[in-house]
């Protein structure tokens, strides 16, 4: 059974009878908690972020509704599957999504993210499309690197002598030794496993498109595989599986070996057979939203990162010659006359209330400014809301607008009219260019 839903939209709890047994596994959960249930959650770092609150869940209880946030992606529980789109899809064609992940992660045009296609090739085209992503993260740390246990026969003993095997096999004595030893390699069953899902992918139409941007790294990681064999893939996928990379240093090959090992058992998943956990891949939509606004006006604006801890702003002097309230603005402008702070926020412009206005709010004091901006994606039923603050207070019956300090939803227009990608990325490209020119004029 399939259900697809869209993201920040509230669905009553009947709509999800189809998919009972995967809606309990994930239903209140936060993406820190489904990640260590197996389930890959990208980006990487939200599972050590300090900002993972319930608005970082895939379904949220309410009354008698399950109210969806800013995640996209696909999970699977046995024979259940549900699929959960951008709400700017059109019902055949999620051209948004696959806009910001061409965008943000730089992945070639190459998998039609067809929201009406089987099931069974969402897990698979998803997690395929991340692989160039993650290979070249891992691999700024060089070829992965460690011990492996060699087996020797000859007359320069160096290390362990294999009692038992040197019976067996110099029996009549004729001067070699068995012996095993621990030596550093690069051919080790993590590159074997990552060797094996390069030349998985590449057996597929789009195969070689897809790696090409990683061509170095792919070329890095054959050289290192001499001990390669196709039929051991079986073995080097149960051995992985077995021996997860936990290593800080080591944690990008970490998410690279859980996504090597999702990609290969995609078939495993794809038919349900023995399948009784959940499995899947998520997407944060706020963190993409983030960094493809930070493609467009990067080159005006400081982008200080929470999740990260880059760029940190101190809300007050130092105490005891420590920081005190750090807080991360989305985007500060360069110029300082007028300077200008922007918040992004991935919902609909009605979503954005409360402590979304303290919070930008304390940053626009804090900065001495006078303008401040959410910058959301819009349907296009919506237009620009400008919001000024007031002065006074109602028990002195003195509150007065004031006209200097105003905060402004800006929202960029999704083409969701638009089938054909293609079109759809020129629509885009001419509602970026309107966007921009709203924020820095």
């Known amino acids: 059974m399939v259900l697809r839903i869209k993201d920040n939209t ?13 809606t309990k596994k994930i239903a209140d959960q936060t993406l820190g908690q489904l990640e260590r249930e197996g389930i890959f959650v990208f980006p990487e770092t939200m599972a050590f972020a300090a900002d993972i609150t319930n608005e970082q869940m895939v379904l949220r209880s309410k009354n008698n509704c399950y109210c969806t946030c800013n995640v996209m992606g696909f999970l699977g529980y046995g024979q259940e599957h549900l699929i959960i789109e951008s709400r700017f ?11 910001l992940l061409e ?43 460690t011990y492996v246990r060699h087996q020797y026969n000859d007359n320069h003993v160096k290390g362990v002598i294999d009692v038992a095997r040197h019976v067996r096999t110099n029996t009549p004595f004729i001067g070699k030794v068995a012996y095993n030893q621990r030596e550093f390699a690069y051919d080790n069953q993590l590159t074997e496993l990552i060797r094996h899902t390069i030349e998985f992918i590449k057996a597929k139409p789009y195969g070689q498109r897809l790696l090409r941007s990683v061509k170095m790294e792919v070329g890095a990681i054959i050289a290192a595989t001499n001990k390669y064999e196709f039929y051991a893939r079986t073995k080097v996928i149960a051995i992985n599986k077995k021996n997860p990379v936990r290593h800080a240093y080591y944690h990008e090959y970490g998410m690279l070996q859980k996504l090597c090992l999702m990609i290969l058992q995609h078939d495993k998943y794809q038919i349900g057979l023995g399948v009784h956990q959940v499995h899947g891949i998520l997407f944060d939509g ?47 402008s360069h110029n300082l006359t007028p300077r200008i702070i922007a918040d992004t926020k991935y919902k609909p412009q009605g979503n954005i209330y ?37 002065s006074g207070s109602t028990y002195d019956k003195n509150v007065v607008v004031r006209s200097d300090i105003s905060l402004i939803k800006c929202g960029l227009k999704i083409p969701c009219d638009i089938e054909n990608y293609d079109e759809f990325k020129i629509a885009m490209a001419q509602n970026e260019a309107a966007f921009k020119q709203a924020i820095l004029d």
Do not use: C
């Open 89 to 99: 899809s059109t019902g055949r064609q999620d051209n948004f999504f696959q806009y």
């Open 103 to 145: 965008k943000v992660l730089a992945l070639p045009n190459v998998v039609n993210l067809n929201t009406n296609a089987s099931q069974e090739y969402h897990l698979f085209d998803w997690s395929a499309l991340l692989l160039p992503y993650f290979l070249k993260k891992a691999m700024r740390k060089g070829v992965f690197k």
């Open 354 to 390: 409360g402590k979304d206005y303290l919070q930008v709010l304390a940053y626009m004091f804090r900065f001495d400014v006078k303008k401040g901006f959410y910058l959301y994606p819009e349907s296009g039923k919506s237009n620009d809301s400008k919001l000024f603050l007031n």
């Open 286 to 332: 706020s963190w993409l939203w983030e960094e493809y606004v930070n493609l467009l006006i990067g080159d005006k604006f400081h982008h200080p990162q929470n999740r990260s801890n880059k760029g940190a702003q101190e809300l007050f002097s130092k105490v005891g010659g420590k920081q005190v309230g750090s807080i991360y603005p989305d985007f500060i």
């Open 10 to 22: 509230t669905y009553a709890k009947d709509t999800f009878t189809t998919v009972q047994s995967v």
